[in-house]
Structure formats: C-alpha cells, structure tokens
C-alpha cells in the first residue's frame, strides 16, 4: 500500500552512438557480431515465463549471407496460441492489481538493461538477423526502443494524474483499467523497436498479451524478451509465440475475451484482421481496440525555389536508408522542371558511392532486403520497368543478385507518368521513383500528390520560398500523418515526431506517444457524495 504519489520526470532522448573507426562502441559492437556469428542460437517461444519448444524449427539466416546459420527458431502450432493466451488470462489480475511504479520499474529497468548490458548484443542481432548497418541497428533497437519504454512510462503516469472536477460535496476520480481480457500483438519485420513496443505498451497499462513477430525479425525479438524477463516480467503478462499469422489471427480473433490487437505491418493483412474482428463482434465481452499502422507511399514534393543540395542528401537518405524498408520511406518524388537535370545528375552521383554488402563491413552504406520474397517482388518492378515500353526508365543501379544474399542495387525510376505503377504502389525495397513536372505549374502537381495513392503516412516538401511552403502544407493537410518540412520523410524520434499515418496507413494512434496508451486503458469514473440527499424533491416543483 503506498502512501504518496509517484512522478517520473520527462526522459531525454537516448543519445545515438555514432561507431566512428576507433570509438570503443564499434570495438563492442564488432566483438558481438563475432560472438553472435559463432553460436548457433536455438530460439525457443515464451508462454508463461518458460521456454517451449516445438517439433519444428525454422532456420534463421542473415539475409546478406546466405549461407550462414544463424540458429533456428521453434514454429508454434494453434495449441501455442491458445496455451500463449490461457497463460495471458491467469496472470491477468495480479497483473492489473500490481502498483504503477512496480510496473512501470520492470520497464525503467528493461531500458536501463538495454542501454547498457544488452546493447551490443541486441544491436548485433538487428544487423545480423534483419540486416541492417551499425547506424540503422543502433537508431532502432537501441534508441528507439529505450525511448519507447522510458517515454511511455512517463506518459503513461501523466495519464493516471489527470482528474476530473470535484466540486465542494463530491468526490470524482478516474481510474485507469486495463482491458478485460487479452491484447494481441502482432509485429513486422523491419523495426526491432515496433517488435518491443507493440506488446510492451499496452503490458505497462496492466493488460496481458499474446506476441507474434514476423519471423524474420524472431532473432533479435527473442533477445528483447530475455532482457524483458531479466527485467522481472512476471510469467505470462507477454507470451512471446512464432506460429503463422493465418493460425494466430484465426485463433485469437475468435476467444470471447479477446480485447485488442496493436497490429504494424502491411494494410492487406490489416484489412483482414479488421474483417475477421467485425465478423465475430457479437461473441467477444467487449468491444475490441483495433490499432494497425500500415504501408506507405511517401512523398517528397520539390517546389522550384527548392535547395538543390538538401534534396538530393534527404532524397538519398530518406529512399535508400535500410535498403528503403521503413514504411516511411521515400518512394516517390516530384521534381521541378527548372531543377530536374541538377537534382538527378547529383542524385544519381551520390548513390552511386553508396556501397552495398554484408552488416559486419562497416563500410556498406546498403546491405540486403529481408528476404526472397521481397527481392522476387522487387526484381519484377524492376524488369516491369525496363518493359514499360518507354513510360519508364532506370535512371540509376536497376541490377539485382541473389549469389550471397538478397542484394538490390539502389534504383532510381523515371516515370514519365505520374501514375505509374512504381509513384503508386508501397515497393519497400531500394527503388525510388521520380517524375518531372512543369515548375510553372507546381500548383496543379499538389493535386497528383495528395490522390496518387490511398497511403497518408509521411510526405516532405522542400521549399525557400515560405509562401509555396504555406500553400502546400495547407492543400497536403491530409496527405501525410507525419509531414516534413525541407527534411526527409523518415527517422521519427519518440517525444519529437510522434508516429502514424491516416487513410489507408492506419488508425493514426501515434505509437510512442500519450494518444497510443489512451487506446490500452478503459477508464471508470467514480463520483462520491460526502453528504448524500435524504429527499427526492426539487424546490421547483412545490406549490407557489
Ligand atoms: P506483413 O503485413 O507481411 O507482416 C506483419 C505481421 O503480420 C507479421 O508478424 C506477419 O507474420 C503477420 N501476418 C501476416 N499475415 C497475417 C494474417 N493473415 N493474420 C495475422 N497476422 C498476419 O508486414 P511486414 O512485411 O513484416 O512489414 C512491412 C509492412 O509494414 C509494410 O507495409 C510497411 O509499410 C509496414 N510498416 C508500417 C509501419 C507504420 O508505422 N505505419 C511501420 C513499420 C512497417
């Protein structure tokens, strides 16, 4: 029983470290992927604190070495799921009844665990099991992920404080529940950070949950867990499980107590869930959150008064960044005519010095897609192209090689048409597309901009001149949920930028901030009267 309130103070940002030749980050760094590299990890699931493993296990290799093992993972079955969301129910209450700062300490201390014992370890599982370079893997699965925990447990106590009015006689209070029943998370391959803070935000507003990453992302999620468990996670409040998404959705969508699912990933799957969920809204006990931030097909809008040399390194940076697999990535862009031939000649110059190969190379600017499949789908864009009968061109790179990884070269497309199909489908590879408009006509090109795609996620305009900036801020207001102003479309800080797009992006609950958590909680107002009334009568109704 605690007798005083607790607060915890706005976190800082956890500062990036930036591995330069010699740092004693690198040096650790190195020495982890060496360590990672020898072992053969076998990858069990966690339901309810323990390890399970199955009768099936899946190989895990680096998508940049093919053929290297990395250690295997246990396939999970629907027993999995509904062991996984029987141990979620029984640690509920004890769970729901522990104290904040109890809760709130496990989480403190799993960033705490994180920026300093696990880093490494955590860092060289990204890069190896995702590959990603020392930059992405440390701005993700270390930063952003120490910055969700940390900010969330401060947002989340900024909730619990606010209160409603009491005027004199009565008492009012808020109260905070979590949901009644379990939250199911489901987490896409291309961030370590959305894989942690998927389940962990709604675990910190008391709720249990069930957690199934996309398999390619199992290496480093199972790192996250240990560090979870170290951190005194009691068993059962997130119950980590690798069987397929038809098998979890099936399953979990279907449990009367189903009561949520924090869902990142793409918005065919997430079109599913929804489906499926409306489908048996009359058999669960409460109305279910549904959460999903979904693709996109960001924008970078070039108004002729633009500085040619910040376009070109925000472009460069903004598509080709982890090989172009952020939802926020820069895919399409539009260039003014009086700056076009500048804009391309520089641009095509910088990638081509962006060198591509393995993670444990510091030198590669560019390492591999995520898997055969995406360089299958990838592959067909490109040839789709160099078939496209002259409404497209590769402008650069275009060549793809599968001998030792999935390796697509950096690609630039020019579309002489607006709506072709590369401006308008979400690719997620390192492809980007650029079309030419007439710079006298920048107005009319804001239009193709906002209704090329179904996607809102993220968007960049750049601009000197303040009166086009206006403008098109004004008519893109429903283009992007995350909009930039002479900065690339991608890397979102927790506390800065918080994250989410509308239309066909998602539901916009901006993970990482104080909106996401609201989703989590199921508030009871309580109102006491010190002095209740003895007497029905108002004196309005007595005789005159
Ligand atoms: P994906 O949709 O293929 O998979 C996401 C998760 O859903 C995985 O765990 C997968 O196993 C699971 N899944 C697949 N089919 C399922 C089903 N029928 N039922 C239940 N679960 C199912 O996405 P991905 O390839 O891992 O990630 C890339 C996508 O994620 C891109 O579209 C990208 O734009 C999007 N993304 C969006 C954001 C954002 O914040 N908006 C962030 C990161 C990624």
Redesign the pocket.
């Given at each position: 029983m605690h007798n005083a309130y607790f607060h915890y103070a706005e976190p800082k940002n956890e500062p990036v470290l930036n591995y330069a030749p010699g740092s004693a980050e690198r040096k650790a760094l190195q020495q982890a992927l060496a360590d990672l590299k020898a072992e053969t990890r076998d990858i069990p699931m966690y339901i309810n604190g323990k390890e399970v493993r199955s009768n099936s296990q899946k190989e895990i290799r680096p998508p940049h070495e093919t053929g290297h093992l990395l250690g295997h993972f246990h396939e999970g079955t629907g027993e999995h799921v509904k062991q996984a969301i029987d141990a979620a129910l029984a640690a509920r209450q004890s769970w729901a009844d522990m104290a904040w700062e109890h809760r709130a300490s496990i989480f403190m201390k799993a960033a705490e665990l994180l920026a300093t014992k696990y880093r490494w370890r955590m860092n060289a599982a990204t890069m190896l099991g995702q590959s990603k370079n020392a930059y992405q893997a440390e701005i993700d699965s270390a930063c952003e992920l120490i910055d969700f925990l940390r900010f969330n447990v401060h947002f989340l106590t900024q909730i619990y404080n606010q209160q409603p009015l009491s005027p004199q006689g009565f008492h009012n209070r808020m109260e905070y529940r979590p949901l009644e029943g379990f939250i199911l998370a489901?987490?896409?391959?291309?961030?370590t950070a959305?894989g942690g803070n998927l389940p962990t935000a709604p675990a910190m507003c008391g709720n249990v949950v069930v957690w199934?990453?996309?398999?390619?992302?199992i290496y480093s999620a199972s790192v996250f867990m240990e560090i979870l468990l170290e951190a005194g996670l009691p068993a059962g409040v997130i119950n980590l499980v690798y069987p397929?998404?038809?098998?979890?959705?099936?399953i979990c969508f279907k449990h009367p107590d189903f009561a949520g699912v924090h869902?990142?990933?793409?918005?065919?799957?997430?079109q599913?869930?929804w489906k499926?969920i409306g489908e048996n809204i009359a058999n669960y006990k409460s109305y279910p959150r549904i959460v999903?931030?979904?693709?996109?097909k960001d924008f970078v809008m070039v108004h002729p008064s633009a500085n040619v040399d910040s376009v070109v390194a925000n472009i460069a940076r903004g598509a080709f960044e982890y090989q172009g697999?952020?939802?926020?990535a820069a895919s399409r862009a539009y260039l003014p005519s009086n700056l076009a031939e500048e804009i391309k000649e520089k641009l095509i110059a910088e990638v081509r010095t962006m060198k591509m190969g393995r993670v444990d190379d510091f030198t590669n600017f560019v390492n591999a897609v995520?898997d055969e499949k995406?360089f299958n789908n990838l592959a067909k864009y490109i040839d789709g192209v160099k078939n496209s009968a002259g409404k497209a061109k590769i402008i650069c790179g275009g060549n793809y090689d599968k001998t030792n990884g999935w390796f697509i070269e950096p690609t630039i497309i020019e579309a002489m048409d607006p709506y072709y199909v590369t401006m308008c489908e979400?690719l997620?590879g390192p492809v980007m597309t650029i079309h030419v408009y007439d710079a006298d006509k920048w107005e009319d090109i804001l239009h193709v901009v906002d209704n090329t795609s179904g996607y809102a996620?993220t968007g960049a305009i750049f601009a000197q001149d303040r009166y086009a900036l206006e403008t098109m801020t004004k008519k893109l207001v429903n283009a992007a949920g995350n909009f930039y102003i002479n900065d690339k479309p991608t890397g979102a800080v927790v506390g800065q930028q918080p994250?989410?797009?509308a239309r066909a992006?998602?539901t916009n609950d901006k993970?990482g901030s104080i909106l996401n958590l609201y989703r989590w909680l199921n508030a009871r107002t309580v109102k006491e009267t010190y002095v209740p009334v003895t007497n029905y009568r108002y004196p309005f109704h007595q005789a005159d």
């Open positions: 489901v987490t896409p391959f291309n961030f959305i199934k990453p996309a398999n390619t992302q397929s998404g038809p098998t979890i959705g099936d869902f990142t990933g793409s918005t065919g799957v997430f599913t869930m499926t999903g931030e979904t693709g996109g697999q952020k939802c926020s995520i995406s979400e997620f996620l994250f989410g797009g992006s998602g993970a």
